[in-house]
């Protein structure tokens, strides 16, 4: 009973050393990350770009708002109006339209100002505000009957919305984000896209926006669009606009954007577009963060079956703009528990393709992200250690890594073999020592980098351990402590207990009470 007992709580240790390793992976990319930009909420604009515009216009003449005829349909007045050739100067004609009961008028007014504000340098938003014709813009988007001005002042308003904060916040104040919900359920394709368009605009300015459409309740509306339609246009800016609404600083509560993350799987796994897989992997790297939780979030990304998705854009041609949130969300995945781990090495080549990039990829983003995700396979079970310290070949190429100058590159390279030793199996760990391992952290116990040193210190404490038990079994000395003093560790380990890190004086006056009593009862 009391082995039983014993044995429980050996494995209890062992578990939480395994997620305190992970944890301290955690928190070193949590710092490194901070040192990077922060990959921000985007605003677009949509901008008339038609390319026959200025010909047509020159081969008509001039339309302006007196040489239309009034008694042509509704269908040709709109078209002349979509072809004047708008400046500022018109602005208080357009204005003054956009009031008036007339519908040929309205329309004259909301393309005119859709069509100014499409310009894409200086559009004169805080001049349309300040003329306090925001609500009737808005109001033309119930107009349901005259569907062409919903989408003309749809249009207008995404463009509003892609201003300054200020600007962005009086479209919300005048109960915008409530029409463009409305919208997005609008039979025409095209006003619901652009509904879509002026949500994310809304949405990707501030977190305080960003909330305010989520706890409207935009989610479900905006999914089904983007799961029922075939059209790739609306998916791009479906899932830019979803991409807004789950990040930012603070991110948003998981509980009101968790329903984003199989939209996101599937465009992971699914898309050729470049653009929309940026956004969803991005999108997905903040999903799958589960850090600070209970991997509860790790759980629904897999169940995603996302792994195999992710693999497919590992390759070395892949862009940095895709490749680098695809690392990171590996990453994150693999920063679970050993199971979680576990699925997500089920999917064909992906530990292959990570000594790949980390090994031969000139991009130090994406060697560092590789680098992290191997030391959380490392962190795992003997089997998944396996995986990463296949054999000698494996192992040296990723020793060769540290021959980078990245300081960054370097302690990611410490942390795979550190971490690979916490749990290597006796066979694993005389490959690793006859593969160098103990040169290796003998050459940066004497690095300036305090973390540097403990992690050495850790993965030389871990190899002495093995190297008692080995010793312990077969009845002779500790060969790997030979070989430590061999390498001059031993003395440096010594010199280290009057380190100013508490970190670093623990660590090596355990090793040296440890070992040294062992070995002096010999």
């Not at 919903?150 to 904060?165: D, H, P, R």
């Not at 050729?272 to 790790?298: F, H, I, P, Q």
């Not at 192992?395 to 410490?414: D, G, H, N």
């Not at 795979?416 to 952290?441: G, H, W």
Request: proline residues 3%.
């Amino acid at each position: 009973m009391s082995e039983n007992k014993n044995q429980e709580q050996d494995e209890a240790a062992q578990l939480d050393h395994l997620m305190e390793l992970k944890k301290k992976r955690d928190e070193y990319m949590v710092e490194i990350r901070k040192k990077k930009r922060e990959h921000t909420l985007t605003k677009k604009r949509n901008l008339d770009l038609s390319n026959d515009l200025r010909l047509e216009n020159e081969r008509l003449g001039k339309v302006t708002e007196e040489n239309i005829d009034p008694n042509e349909t509704m269908e040709e007045y709109i078209q002349k109006c979509a072809r004047i050739v708008y400046s500022l100067k018109d602005l208080p004609a357009l204005l003054k339209a956009v009031n008036s009961s007339d519908v040929k008028q309205q329309y004259y007014g909301v393309i005119g100002i859709r069509r100014i504000v499409s310009k894409d340098e200086n559009p004169p938003i805080q001049e349309i505000i300040d003329a306090n014709v925001i609500p009737r813009i808005i109001g033309f988007t119930e107009r349901y009957e005259e569907s062409q001005l919903q989408y003309e002042a749809a249009w207008a308003l995404t463009n509003i919305a892609s201003g300054t904060t200020a600007q962005t916040r009086s479209i919300i104040d005048k109960g915008g984000v409530t029409a463009f919900i409305r919208l997005l359920k609008h039979d025409s394709p095209e006003i619901s896209e652009q509904a879509i368009w002026a949500l994310g605009n809304i949405g990707g300015d501030n977190p305080e926006f960003r909330d305010h459409i989520l706890k409207s309740n935009v989610l479900a509306p905006l999914i089904e669009i983007i799961d029922k339609t075939g059209d790739e246009k609306v998916i791009k800016h479906g899932i830019w606009a979803l991409s807004n609404f789950a990040r930012g600083n603070p991110l948003p509560k998981f509980e009101l954007v968790k329903s984003t993350i199989p939209v996101f799987a599937k465009v992971i796994q699914q898309t050729d577009d470049l653009e929309t897989l940026v956004d969803a992997a991005w999108a997905m790297v903040y999903l799958s963060d589960g850090k600070n939780e209970n991997n509860n979030r790790v759980d629904l990304v897999l169940q995603t079956n996302i792994c195999h998705g992710l693999v497919r854009h590992m390759s070395m041609d892949q862009t940095l703009g895709a490749l680098v949130p695809v690392l990171r969300i590996l990453g994150n995945l693999l920063s679970g528990t050993e199971d979680q781990a576990s699925e997500v090495l089920e999917a064909p080549d992906v530990v292959e393709k990570l000594v790949e990039l980390a090994t031969t990829h000139q991009n130090r983003t994406v060697v560092r992200e590789s680098c992290w995700c191997l030391s959380n396979i490392a962190a795992g079970n003997p089997r998944q250690v396996q995986l990463v310290m296949k054999d000698h070949d494996q192992i040296s190429r990723l020793m060769k890594i540290t021959q980078r100058s990245e300081p960054e590159i370097i302690k990611e390279v410490l942390w795979i073999f550190s971490n690979a030793t916490a749990k290597a199996s006796p066979i694993q760990m005389i490959r690793l020592v006859e593969c160098y391992i103990i040169d290796l952290f003998c050459e940066y116990l004497k690095h300036d980098d305090p973390q540097n040193i403990e992690i050495a210190l850790d993965g030389i404490a871990n190899v002495l351990n093995m190297g008692a038990y080995l010793a312990n079994q077969n009845k002779t000395e500790n060969q790997f402590l030979i070989e430590l003093e061999n390498k001059g560790g031993v003395v440096v380990i010594d010199n280290l207990q009057i380190h100013p890190s508490i970190g670093i004086y623990k660590r090596a006056l355990k090793i040296l009470e440890t070992h040294f009593e062992l070995e002096d009862n010999l």
